[in-house]
């Protein structure tokens, strides 16, 4: 149980265009997700707190209109990069809690995003 | 705020060799403490967890960690490392929601463990 996933899994795109990356809880519903951004061999950094059917909760620094976040089902999380340019490059990976006071995230296996 | 420190960041060690590595946190209330690994190529996955209880907690593939509340410590060890455990750990620790806290996950920089034949 508790199987996150997370599609594509790897997404190469042109400088300028705009990136949706699909997060799903699989087994069970997923009140809370979280989208998390690794840099190559650093640690994950959380971007946004995403509730279903309000809005997301962005991180310090993290720039809400340029990853907007969307949890329209207890399923289903997006993350859309828009007008993506080569910094956006990084692996994406979202995490899925099954109840507000679950104390633990089950993670999705990642994307990589790589923006020419 | 909160912050988990992991102190080593590159680990080499032979196969049979005993790992331990260090993680700190610094948060006064009530925390809930995880460790997971990331094998190359592959996603995070959950080795063990704290919530409550035995300080001592025992994991998947023979890992255990201690929880040591004086220290603010949850270190991980292995009594004996095989090659198939060369992987990248992550320490991470959250403030227990059940207590009032914020339930945001703080993730450690990440010990790269690398473990030769």
């Known amino acids: 149980g508790a199987v996150v996933s997370q599609h594509p899994s790897r997404v190469i795109c042109k400088s300028g265009t705009s990136v949706k990356i699909e997060c799903r809880s699989l087994?069970?519903?997923?009140?809370?997700m979280f989208w998390y951004r690794q840099f190559p061999k650093k640690s994950l950094m959380l971007m946004a707190t995403?509730?279903?059917?309000?809005?997301?909760?962005?991180e310090q620094g993290v720039e809400k209109d340029k990853f907007l976040i969307n949890h329209a089902s207890l399923t289903l999380s997006t993350l859309t990069v828009t007008s993506a340019h080569p910094e956006d490059s990084s692996f994406y990976i979202c995490?899925?809690?099954?109840?507000?006071?679950?104390?633990?995230?089950?993670f999705g296996p990642g994307t990589r995003l790589t923006v020419l | 705020a909160q912050s988990v420190s992991q102190h080593n960041h590159h680990v080499i060690l032979s196969e049979a060799a005993s790992l331990e590595l260090g993680c700190n946190y610094s948060?006064?209330?009530?925390?809930?403490l995880f460790w997971y690994v990331q094998y190359p190529g592959q996603h995070l996955q959950l080795l063990l967890k704290y919530f409550s209880g035995d300080p001592l907690v025992k994991g998947i593939k023979g890992f255990e960690a201690e929880f040591i509340k004086s220290k603010f410590s949850f270190n991980l060890r292995k009594p004996s490392v095989q090659w198939s455990d060369t992987a990248e750990y992550f320490c991470a620790v959250n403030e227990d929601p059940l207590s009032g806290g914020y339930n945001k996950l703080i993730f450690g920089a990440g010990t790269r463990l690398a473990v030769h034949p």
């Open positions: 087994d069970f519903q997923a009140t809370t």
């Open positions: 995490s899925a809690r099954d109840r507000p006071t679950a104390n633990e995230q089950f």
């Open positions: 995403s509730n279903e059917g309000s809005k997301a909760t962005y």
């Open positions: 948060y006064g209330g009530t925390v809930n």
